[in-house]
């Protein structure tokens, strides 16, 4: 098994690392040629359509990773069984997006909403040959395929954007990323379902996947009630800068987070029943967390203004004060993220839901008061602050499943906090004296904070 583990680690951060590499490039070009207002535009189709991409599996991809032993009958049937849920979303989508498009109060969300409808159909069709590939662990191939189909969307979006085609190019994007990708992971396990459909297998899987997919849903409306605030209330502009900020503080974080999730929990649920193992597991994966993204998210956070401006421009500076308190966010985000998998390897996902219920709830309070008493960036202080309070009932919990008190698993973590904030500090006062070129001025102070830490 730690063969195995190893072996998928390597190629899920590679595969994380790169496709970060690679979108970020993009990211920048694609900044320079398309406005913020057409981002914005994006950002507010993919926050009413989002929530359908949770709920378009029920949660039976994370059941059959889950499970030790899936027949072939089995994932024929969930093959079925998301290809209808995919074609009844893609008609909702559709018939709806005139009322998304009023209520953002912008006519060009109910045109892209229509066009991008598409993509629940491609997403149901690709779904078993994807988690085929997570169950066995073959990030090798999953790298390789992500990877050739981000570069391959990314160029089309990007001639595009240069032909003038505006926020078009970001939906080419969207959609040719998908397909390559789904052709690309059908050709590697070359398995097609049989015309099986049976209602016994869906049973077993909606026991698991119910209580996952409340889990879920709830996480997207405390994860996106933000955008959907600022959409709403502070107009397409804002929402551009927000979720430009909010995506660049989530780049980091997904290249440990989403490279230890893919790994973990296929793994742990190979080793479900020994829980002393998976509890000295766990310390160490969060302390090697901690050790990461604390000084990088600080960091990052102090040389916010540079780091902005390299990016995307001068057009994006209102990104930079969104960016440096994000970046704080980050750093409990990136720990939090490990807790899923404890509760989904163990079978637990009902407990995942109640705390998920607790802290979300705290989280969303904040938002809303955050933005009626001090605008955007009171919300995003009221975010930061929910999300450290929400943190401590989710390691209490963990603990008590692994057998762990709740000072075992601060203080695993807690010196790496207080090194990388002294470092904060210290580099802050060293270089406020200084005026460097744009680019030395995140280099030097970057490589400084590093040096110190």
């Known amino acids: 098994i730690k063969k195995i583990v190893l072996h998928g680690f390597f190629w899920s951060i590679t595969n994380q690392v790169s496709m970060t590499l690679a979108g970020l490039v993009i990211s920048g070009v694609l900044s320079r040629l398309i406005t913020p207002a057409e981002f914005g535009i994006i950002a507010m189709v993919t926050l009413a359509t989002g929530f359908l991409n949770v709920i378009k599996d029920f949660g039976f991809g994370a059941a059959l990773v889950q499970k030790k032993t ?3 009958d089995e994932y024929s049937t969930v093959f079925w069984f998301n290809l209808i849920i995919g074609v009844c979303l893609m008609m909702i989508v559709f018939l709806a997006s005139p009322y998304i498009g009023d209520f953002f109060k912008e006519k060009r969300v109910e ?3 229509k066009v991008l409808s598409g993509t629940f159909v491609i997403n149901a069709i690709g779904i078993i040959w994807s988690n085929k590939l997570v169950k066995v662990l073959a990030f090798k191939q999953i790298f390789y ?3 050739l189909s981000l570069l391959f969307g990314g160029s089309v979006s990007i001639y595009l954007a240069f032909k003038g085609f505006g926020i078009w190019a970001i939906v080419s994007q969207i959609y040719t990323n998908l397909i390559l990708n789904t052709i690309l992971n059908y050709f590697h396990i070359k398995w097609l379902p049989t015309f099986t459909l049976k209602k016994i297998y869906i049973r077993d899987l909606i026991k698991f996947g ?5 889990d879920q849903s709830m996480n997207y409306w405390a994860r996106n009630i933000d955008n959907l605030l600022v959409g709403r209330v502070l107009g397409k502009d804002m929402l551009g800068y927000y979720n430009k900020g909010y995506n660049l503080m989530l780049l980091p974080v997904k290249q440990l987070t989403n490279t230890l999730t893919k790994v973990l929990f296929p793994s742990f649920s190979m080793i479900q029943d020994d829980r002393e193992k998976i509890a000295s597991i766990y310390l160490k994966i969060s302390g090697v967390v901690a050790f990461i993204a604390f000084p990088l998210m600080m960091s990052l956070s102090m040389l916010a203004e540079p ?3 390299i990016i995307y421009g001068e057009n994006w500076r209102p990104v930079i004060p969104i960016f440096k308190v994000l970046s704080i966010l980050g750093m409990f985000q990136a720990l939090a993220a490990l807790s899923g998998n ?4 163990l079978g637990r996902p009902k407990l995942m839901f109640q705390i998920g219920l607790f802290s979300r709830t705290i989280i969303i309070l904040a938002l809303v008061s955050g933005l009626y008493y001090g605008g955007l960036m009171g919300m995003i202080y009221g975010y930061c602050i929910a999300s450290a309070i929400a943190f401590l009932p989710e ?3 963990i603990g008590k499943l692994l057998e762990l008190n709740l000072k075992t698993i601060i203080f695993n973590f807690i010196p790496y906090l207080l090194i990388a904030s002294v470092c904060y500090f210290s580099i802050s006062a060293l270089f406020l004296k200084f005026d460097l070129p744009l680019v030395l001025d995140f280099i030097i102070p970057f490589t400084c904070f590093f040096l110190m830490y």
């Open 145 to 147: 395929r992500s990877f």
């Open 70 to 72: 899936v027949s072939d």
């Open 342 to 345: 404890i509760y989904l390897a």
């Open 307 to 309: 780091l902005i401006l």
């Open 111 to 113: 045109q892209v909403t």
């Open 395 to 397: 390691l209490f919990y």
């Open 210 to 214: 119910l209580p996952l997919l409340a």
